[in-house]
């Protein structure tokens, strides 16, 4: 079965930092791209990144752009999303999410991890 | 303001047909595929329709996509009070090299 584990997710005050970790299980994570999508309280679903099976390709939605750096350990089966200079704005519950292979769709997500800032 | 726009909300009849629209521009809906998500309250969303009209399994044919031009339309037929939920449109910004979501839309099936 495939599942998605976010964990790390937390209060913070504004300025400070987190780090997100997605575990991954049940499928060859090595041969996967993933995603980042993060969910506001009570508003829509906002991309915040991407980053390709050999880290060959990563690109970041403009509202995180030099503050959060996604990467990943294919040999731990994980996926990180390194969070500075956090603001108010960024309080949203974070999923990591698998791309299908060779099309357009996350397939599977995780559960969401909360993150929280405010002073 | 989303890049993709959807109509907030729609309702239909338990048994009906409704559609959802999702309209963007030629970066995004023109030049690459659609997908549709259904979120239900409290949980993750769920694919529904990849490349624009792909079902992943399990995913009843009840749900259909289409794509034409900059706008993409998900079909639901013979609603059931569970469909029930938030429904996402989402694709790639080849301008943007970004994915781009829209802004969702409610269903209530009265």
């Known amino acids: 079965e495939v599942q998605l584990v976010e964990s790390g997710g937390g209060l913070v005050k504004p300025g400070g930092s987190l780090r997100l970790s997605c575990a991954a299980s049940?499928?060859?994570?090595?041969?996967?791209?993933v995603n980042w999508v993060r969910q506001a309280p009570g508003k829509g679903l906002e991309w915040v990144s991407s980053?390709?099976?050999?880290?060959?390709?990563?690109y970041y939605a403009d509202s995180v752009k030099g503050r959060f750096t996604i990467s990943r350990d294919n040999a731990k089966n994980s996926l990180y999303l390194q969070m500075n200079s956090l603001r108010a704005e960024d309080t949203a519950v974070y999923y990591c999410?698998?791309?299908?292979?060779?099309?357009?769709?996350?397939?599977?997500w995780g559960q969401g991890t909360l993150v929280s800032v405010f002073s | 303001q989303s890049v993709l726009t959807q109509p907030p909300s729609v309702s239909a009849a338990p048994g009906q047909k409704v559609t959802i629209s999702c309209s963007g521009r030629?970066?995004?809906?023109?030049?690459?595929?659609v997908c549709w998500y259904q979120q239900l309250p409290g949980t993750a969303p769920k694919l529904l329709i990849y490349d624009n009209n792909k079902r992943p399994s399990g995913i009843p044919d009840r749900f259909s996509g289409s794509k034409s031009g900059t706008s993409a339309t998900l079909g639901i037929t013979g609603l059931q009070t569970g469909d029930e939920a938030d429904y996402y449109c989402g694709t790639w910004d080849s301008s943007l090299s970004a994915g781009v979501f829209g802004g969702g839309t409610k269903l209530t099936v009265l």
């Open positions: 030629t970066s995004n809906i023109g030049d690459n595929y």
């Open positions: 999410a698998r791309v299908i292979v060779g099309a357009t769709g996350l397939d599977h």
């Open positions: 980053i390709s099976s050999t880290s060959s390709y990563i």
């Open positions: 049940g499928f060859t994570f090595s041969s996967y791209s």
